[in-house]
């Protein structure tokens, strides 16, 4: 199998002009990519992926926009420290990296993990954000703690990675040099389009960037920090940039209890028939929905 391509190879594979590069922030390395011209807008990417995941729509976002993906604290070719997973953290690894671009204000985009970070972000620095998106999901509350590890007769899944990611070296042990399988497994459960949606290609570029112990171990930080990641929430005030929620099947229904509760201007939109990875199984959807959200 040839050899997966460096972050600068990915971006300059992409229509925009996209550059690799690298940032110290908040004492850590954060690896972005960035391309296009007009008004900033940050990508927050998830698990098990890299800022890679928003490969299908950043060409058409940087036809009107600055677009930065970030590989979050702990992700792809970022630093990998030994702490610092809770979203309050990670939220200031992102102000720190807005900053260090010469920014002031800005629209962000978060999905799975990165839009924990995302309304993390827009909770804890709420003048930084101009409008907030977020993909599939919100925030860990305690509804978390109602989620349960065995499916009931009939539940086509649980979330399994939630308990095994909170696990102490046996995930490394069992998952380094082998990260493939379980990057089939978890786009195999969750994507709607299969192969068609993330191709074998990205499948690989994700083993690669979760195959070492490092990585594992920083991934799973993310999933370990949620019980601190709840009690932030609850102090929280409520959001007051303009929220716009684009849900799948899946998470539609927490999604909205959440922003209910706690977002003061904020619409949520489902994509009928999608999975959980909106930005590559529905890319031409997404793009619409944050363009037309994006230029108000």
């Known amino acids: 199998m040839s050899p997966v391509p460096s ?4 971006a300059q594979s992409l229509d925009g002009d996209f550059e690799s590069r690298h940032a110290k922030v908040n004492g850590i390395d954060l690896h972005y990519v960035v391309g296009g011209q007009g008004d900033p807008l940050l990508l927050l990417g998830g698990w098990p992926q890299t800022w890679w995941e ?5 060409p058409a976002l940087a036809e009107r926009h600055q677009v930065i993906a970030v590989d979050l604290r702990g992700m792809g070719s970022s630093d990998k420290p030994e702490s610092g997973y809770d979203k309050k953290t990670m939220a200031l690894d992102i102000l720190a990296l807005v900053e260090f671009l010469g920014h ?12 924990f970070v995302a309304y993390s972000f ?16 919100a925030h860990p509350t305690e509804d978390f703690y109602q989620v349960t590890a065995l499916p009931r007769p009939g ?12 696990l102490r070296r046996l995930p490394e042990q069992l998952i380094a040099g082998r990260s493939r399988y379980l990057v089939d497994a978890i786009f195999d459960l969750l994507s709607d389009g299969g192969n068609a949606a993330i191709t074998d290609f ?23 920090a949620f019980a601190q990641d709840i009690e932030d ?19 539609d229904d927490m999604t909205r209890a959440v922003l209910s509760a706690k977002a003061v201007d904020a619409e949520v939109v489902k994509a009928e028939g999608a999975g959980h990875y909106l ?13 037309k959200f994006f230029s108000k």
Not at 7 to 10: Q, R, T
Not at 209 to 221: L, Q, V
Not at 279 to 291: A, G, M, N, R, S
């Open 54 to 58: 928003f490969h299908k729509i950043m």
């Open 7 to 10: 972050d600068a190879e990915l």
């Open 233 to 251: 929430e609850k102090a929280y005030a409520p959001l007051t940039p303009p929220i716009l929620a684009v849900t799948g099947e899946m998470s």
């Open 279 to 291: 930005p590559e199984e529905c890319p031409e959807l997404i793009v619409e929905h944050l363009t």
């Open 104 to 115: 002031e204000q800005l629209d962000v985009v978060g999905h799975d993990i990165g839009a």
């Open 122 to 137: 827009a909770a804890n620095h709420p003048e930084t954000v101009r409008r907030l998106a977020l993909l599939d999901v």
């Open 202 to 224: 990205d499948r690989e570029i994700y083993a690669h960037a979760y195959s070492t112990p490092e990585a594992i171990r920083a991934s799973n930080g993310w999933y370990q």
């Open 155 to 166: 539940q086509v899944f649980v979330p399994w990675w939630f308990s095994f990611n909170q």
